[in-house]
């Protein structure tokens, strides 16, 4: 429909979402998002491998039905396998918490089971750590190694807390575990981390080490004490985070402080270098205040990315990161936080001012103004380069449509953040699209990219449909949510070449538009004859690209023979899952005459529509002797969407290092990379190029022609600014209710009637016009809420 509108007021809504402060902000499920289940009912915990493809988690096991087993899931194959078979003559138990390694090759549980008969004495409290290698790496399944030995006997240690789970680096040869102290300390309940190399003998004294910073006596102060837990390995096993109610960052650690004696001392998140021979500066305190100080509330859940560069945790800390809170009732509900230890990327780590630590379970203001998330989040898990961190949250501020809670305590709405751009992304979309899924999600896991996201949730009828096989009898389910990264290269011309020289070098850039990373693996071109600076190319560098960053690929031409030579460029991933992109790169053997200054340009963002400001190039004459501009021709992707606005080239005779110019003006026709190639010509054939790209963006906003309207009234709502010929849905963003459709026209432009409920919660309400595609805008209005003795009585529709 077209909203037309003649001598009315309209009253333009307003978002707490701040576009211009976070201009990455994504609000929908990303297109091309596609939701997999993984397990059966009942399964849960899932961890996956770094490239996504490998899923273990545990369920109800298929040997002994009333136990819980764990299972590896290949997503490649479709095969899922059982690790936890009871072998003959063992006493049954429960297998749960795996947690696969990076390269997929190791998975490590916490088990009752003695799978090792000979150290394993299979009596009394009998938790235990193993380890087993899979068969795609030569392993054996039922093949399983005892890891949590007593540093004294090497027997099993029998005592491990099956809450608090394992961490292993990526190449499954360090494992970091939580476990009693009680042998140091007579303290019940008194916790430390031990990190164990199994690459090292059981007999090598150096196989099992206690981490750093727990101190050397017993607690002393008046508060109560945990000690260390919940260990979180880097990829490459360098770094190891943990939480410790002790002061495990000072020269010699001490125990810490609360909030209230008697009570318990307030936890903090450290790291510890592994590699740092001086162990007066092996360990950092991460959960620090801005003047340098441990938070007042504590924090937890640290999650490191492969390099231990990035750190993400929780703490209810309300003066960690400025921010807007809601009023804190006794204590503030938990927030997530991201720590960059290396914000030059230089590579070393913690120099002086040049960390950051942000919350990212937040939105922005239109004041700019940080508000914190209004109800809790945790359980974050990070990408291997640190860009993306997922978590479950209970807030209902973090995104413009709600999403109905439900399930356990744990439970909740599961969001990706972009730690860059703040930028906030649900994962868990219903079937149809659109509507939130059901906020019972917990225990996320993410791929190295962030592009495969695994999760267990009692909503998976939801996420994947109304007939899920193995769902009969509902209750949780490991599901899998995967998201590639639109990826852009602009086609390029090197223009005219001396045939037998090699021209000057280009540079033509892969763009990921996000909302996962992108890990080029492969650079090939089609012709011999455009060879790639394989040392300077970025692309080459084995450097993860992440949402809204690039890489490079730079490369010349050397023809020869006169013509024009085109070849087909590729940067494409490795292995399960990659992702590649293509493009045409072209030249031509002869004699150069003209050159363009510059020879490409990123003219930005455009509304889709409106046209940019223009963009003057400089046309040189570089040969000796006189020639003529005789064609402009615009090529490449996107042909509509950039246009020669100026012209002062045309049938111009240019002396040598003579100049024209012409320019170039953008109009997006879609909202997403747009790219196209310029050609300048002699009449003789010779020509120079010009690289073009943009960025095209719908600015959808919501109107009322009203700033209330009765519950049991109507409410017209105008849309402006979506994508035209869409599909528009219609709702309360902040509550239950149903929804309505509509269809923009060819302007983008719709208006919908929506029906207000009698009994429609009354007060300011947010109104969400929500396209197919992903984008989203809300605006306010006032419903005044109806005597609810009055509902049911004729004139309500019920009488």
Same mark, same amino acid.
């Given at each position: 429909?077209?909203?037309?509108?003649?001598?009315?007021?309209?009253?333009?809504?307003?978002?707490?979402?701040?576009?211009?402060?976070?201009?990455?902000?994504?609000?929908?499920?990303?297109?091309?998002?596609?939701?997999?289940?993984?397990?059966?009912?009942?399964?849960?915990?899932?961890?996956?491998?770094?490239?996504?493809?490998?899923?273990?988690?545990?369920?109800?096991?298929?040997?002994?039905?009333?136990?819980?087993?764990?299972?590896?899931?290949?997503?490649?194959?479709?095969?899922?396998?059982?690790?936890?078979?009871?072998?003959?003559?063992?006493?049954?138990?429960?297998?749960?918490?795996?947690?696969?390694?990076?390269?997929?090759?190791?998975?490590?549980?916490?088990?009752?089971?003695?799978?090792?008969?000979?150290?394993?004495?299979?009596?009394?409290?009998?938790?235990?750590?193993?380890?087993?290698?899979?068969?795609?790496?030569?392993?054996?399944?039922?093949?399983?190694?005892?890891?949590?030995?007593?540093?004294?006997?090497?027997?099993?240690?029998?005592?491990?807390?099956?809450?608090?789970?394992?961490?292993?680096?990526?190449?499954?040869?360090?494992?970091?575990?939580?476990?009693?102290?009680?042998?140091?300390?007579?303290?019940?309940?008194?916790?430390?981390?031990?990190?164990?190399?199994?690459?090292?003998?059981?007999?090598?004294?150096?196989?099992?080490?206690?981490?750093?910073?727990?101190?050397?006596?017993?607690?002393?102060?008046?508060?109560?004490?945990?000690?260390?837990?919940?260990?979180?390995?880097?990829?490459?096993?360098?770094?190891?985070?943990?939480?410790?109610?002790?002061?495990?960052?000072?020269?010699?650690?001490?125990?810490?402080?609360?909030?209230?004696?008697?009570?318990?001392?307030?936890?903090?998140?450290?790291?510890?270098?592994?590699? @740092? %021979? =001086?162990?007066? #500066?092996?360990?950092? !305190?991460?959960?620090?205040?801005? /003047?340098?100080?441990?938070?007042? *509330? +504590? $924090?937890?859940?640290?999650?490191?990315?492969?390099?231990?560069?990035?750190?993400?945790?929780?703490?209810?800390?309300?003066?960690?990161?400025?921010?807007?809170?809601?009023?804190?009732?006794?204590?503030?509900?938990?927030?997530?936080?991201?720590?960059?230890?290396?914000?030059?990327?230089?590579?070393?780590?913690? @120099? %002086? =001012?040049?960390? #950051?630590?942000?919350? !990212?379970?937040?939105?922005?203001? /239109?004041?700019?103004?940080?508000? *914190? +998330? $209004?109800?809790?989040?945790?359980?974050?898990?990070?990408?291997?380069?640190?860009?993306?961190?997922?978590?479950?949250?209970?807030?209902?501020?973090?995104?413009?449509?709600?999403?109905?809670?439900?399930?356990?305590?744990?439970?909740?709405?599961?969001?990706?953040?972009?730690?860059?751009?703040?930028?906030?992304?649900?994962?868990?979309?219903?079937?149809?699209?659109?509507?939130?899924?059901?906020?019972?999600?917990?225990?996320?896991?993410?791929?190295?990219?962030?592009?495969?996201?695994?999760?267990?949730?009692?909503?998976?009828?939801?996420?994947?449909?109304?007939?899920?096989?193995?769902?009969?009898?509902?209750?949780?389910?490991?599901?899998?949510?995967?998201?590639?990264?639109?990826?852009?290269?602009?086609?390029?011309?090197?223009?005219?070449?001396?045939?037998?020289?090699?021209?000057?070098?280009?540079?033509?850039?892969?763009?990921?538009?996000?909302?996962?990373?992108?890990?080029?693996?492969?650079?090939?071109?089609?012709?011999?004859?455009?060879?790639?600076?394989?040392?300077?190319?970025?692309?080459?560098?084995?450097?993860?690209?992440?949402?809204?960053?690039?890489?490079?690929?730079?490369?010349?031409?050397?023809?020869?023979?006169?013509?024009?030579?085109?070849?087909?460029?590729?940067?494409?991933?490795?292995?399960?899952?990659?992702?590649?992109?293509?493009?045409?790169?072209?030249?031509?053997?002869?004699?150069?005459?003209?050159?363009?200054?510059?020879?490409?340009?990123?003219?930005?963002?455009?509304?889709?529509?409106?046209?940019?400001?223009?963009?003057?190039?400089?046309?040189?004459?570089?040969?000796?002797?006189?020639?003529?501009?005789?064609?402009?021709?615009?090529?490449?992707?996107?042909?509509?969407?950039?246009?020669?606005?100026?012209?002062?080239?045309?049938?111009?005779?240019?002396?040598?290092?003579?100049?024209?110019?012409?320019?170039?003006?953008?109009?997006?026709?879609?909202?997403?990379?747009?790219?196209?190639?310029?050609?300048?010509?002699?009449?003789?054939?010779?020509?120079?190029?010009?690289?073009?790209?943009?960025?095209?963006?719908?600015?959808?906003?919501?109107?009322?022609?009203?700033?209330?309207?009765?519950?049991?009234?109507?409410?017209?709502?105008?849309?402006?600014?979506?994508?035209?010929?869409?599909?528009?849905?219609?709702?309360?963003?902040?509550?239950?209710?149903?929804?309505?459709?509509?269809?923009?026209?060819?302007?983008?432009?719709?208006?919908?009637?929506?029906?207000?409920?009698?009994?429609?919660?009354?007060?300011?309400?947010?109104?969400?016009?929500?396209?197919?595609?992903?984008?989203?805008?809300?605006?306010?209005?006032?419903?005044?809420?109806?005597?609810?003795?009055?509902?049911?009585?004729?004139?309500?529709?019920?009488?």
């Amino acid at each position: 429909m077209v909203a037309t509108v003649l001598g009315a007021s309209l009253v333009v809504g307003t978002s707490a979402f701040n576009v211009d402060a976070r201009p990455d902000i994504s609000l929908q499920q990303a297109a091309g998002s596609a939701a997999d289940g993984v397990g059966g009912t009942g399964s849960a915990a899932p961890t996956v491998s770094a490239d996504g493809r490998y899923v273990a988690y545990h369920g109800p096991s298929g040997s002994t039905p009333e136990t819980t087993g764990v299972f590896v899931h290949d997503r490649d194959l479709g095969e899922v396998t059982e690790l936890t078979a009871v072998p003959d003559g063992l006493r049954a138990g429960h297998t749960i918490t795996p947690v696969i390694s990076g390269d997929g090759c190791s998975v490590v549980v916490v088990t009752e089971i003695a799978f090792d008969v000979f150290r394993d004495d299979d009596t009394g409290d009998r938790w235990d750590l193993y380890r087993s290698r899979l068969p795609h790496c030569d392993g054996v399944i039922g093949d399983w190694e005892l890891v949590s030995t007593d540093p004294d006997t090497g027997l099993a240690r029998d005592d491990l807390d099956p809450g608090d789970r394992p961490t292993i680096s990526a190449s499954g040869t360090l494992i970091a575990f939580t476990h009693p102290v009680d042998h140091l300390f007579d303290v019940e309940a008194l916790r430390a981390v031990s990190v164990v190399d199994l690459e090292l003998l059981i007999t090598d004294p150096l196989r099992t080490q206690l981490a750093a910073g727990f101190p050397v006596v017993a607690p002393n102060t008046t508060y109560t004490h945990q000690g260390m837990d919940q260990p979180a390995l880097s990829g490459d096993g360098r770094y190891l985070a943990f939480r410790s109610d002790a002061t495990s960052a000072d020269a010699v650690a001490g125990w810490g402080t609360g909030q209230v004696a008697g009570g318990p001392a307030s936890p903090q998140v450290f790291i510890w270098d592994r590699n @740092e %021979p =001086d162990p007066f #500066a092996a360990v950092r !305190l991460v959960s620090k205040l801005p /003047d340098g100080s441990p938070t007042t *509330a +504590g $924090a937890g859940s640290p999650v490191l990315s492969r390099t231990g560069a990035a750190v993400a945790f929780t703490s209810a800390d309300p003066v960690l990161v400025p921010a807007e809170f809601v009023v804190c009732d006794g204590a503030c509900p938990t927030q997530v936080f991201h720590y960059d230890r290396d914000i030059d990327g230089n590579g070393r780590l913690d @120099e %002086p =001012d040049r960390t #950051a630590l942000t919350m !990212l379970s937040a939105v922005a203001r /239109d004041d700019g103004v940080l508000v *914190a +998330g $209004a109800a809790p989040s945790s359980q974050p898990a990070i990408s291997a380069d640190g860009h993306l961190v997922a978590f479950v949250t209970k807030a209902t501020n973090l995104q413009l449509i709600r999403a109905a809670g439900g399930g356990e305590a744990t439970d909740g709405d599961l969001l990706v953040a972009d730690a860059a751009s703040g930028a906030l992304r649900r994962v868990t979309v219903s079937n149809d699209g659109v509507r939130p899924a059901l906020g019972a999600h917990s225990s996320p896991a993410v791929s190295e990219t962030g592009r495969s996201i695994v999760f267990d949730t009692l909503a998976a009828s939801d996420l994947l449909g109304d007939s899920v096989p193995g769902d009969d009898v509902g209750g949780r389910r490991v599901v899998s949510v995967s998201t590639p990264p639109r990826l852009s290269l602009a086609d390029a011309d090197l223009g005219t070449t001396v045939v037998g020289l090699e021209s000057d070098e280009w540079y033509v850039a892969v763009i990921n538009e996000g909302p996962s990373s992108f890990n080029p693996f492969l650079v090939e071109v089609s012709d011999s004859r455009f060879r790639i600076n394989r040392d300077d190319s970025t692309c080459t560098a084995a450097l993860s690209v992440p949402p809204g960053g690039d890489c490079t690929v730079l490369v010349t031409f050397v023809p020869t023979t006169p013509g024009v030579v085109s070849a087909e460029l590729t940067v494409a991933e490795g292995g399960f899952g990659a992702v590649s992109v293509t493009s045409t790169i072209s030249g031509r053997g002869g004699e150069p005459a003209l050159l363009a200054d510059p020879a490409g340009a990123d003219l930005g963002s455009a509304v889709v529509g409106a046209p940019s400001a223009e963009f003057l190039v400089d046309i040189e004459n570089i040969g000796i002797a006189p020639t003529t501009v005789a064609d402009v021709r615009i090529g490449g992707a996107h042909v509509d969407d950039f246009a020669v606005t100026t012209n002062n080239c045309a049938d111009r005779a240019l002396n040598p290092r003579a100049t024209c110019s012409i320019g170039i003006t953008f109009t997006p026709t879609a909202d997403s990379r747009r790219t196209a190639l310029v050609d300048v010509a002699t009449a003789a054939g010779q020509f120079t190029s010009i690289v073009l790209a943009g960025d095209g963006q719908f600015v959808p906003e919501v109107l009322f022609f009203t700033e209330e309207v009765d519950a049991g009234g109507e409410l017209l709502a105008v849309g402006t600014g979506y994508p035209p010929n869409t599909e528009v849905t219609v709702t309360f963003g902040d509550g239950p209710g149903e929804s309505v459709t509509g269809v923009t026209d060819e302007l983008g432009n719709v208006s919908v009637e929506l029906l207000i409920p009698p009994d429609e919660r009354g007060g300011q309400r947010s109104i969400v016009v929500q396209a197919d595609d992903g984008n989203i805008a809300a605006a306010d209005v006032a419903v005044v809420e109806q005597d609810q003795t009055m509902i049911g009585m004729p004139g309500f529709g019920l009488g």
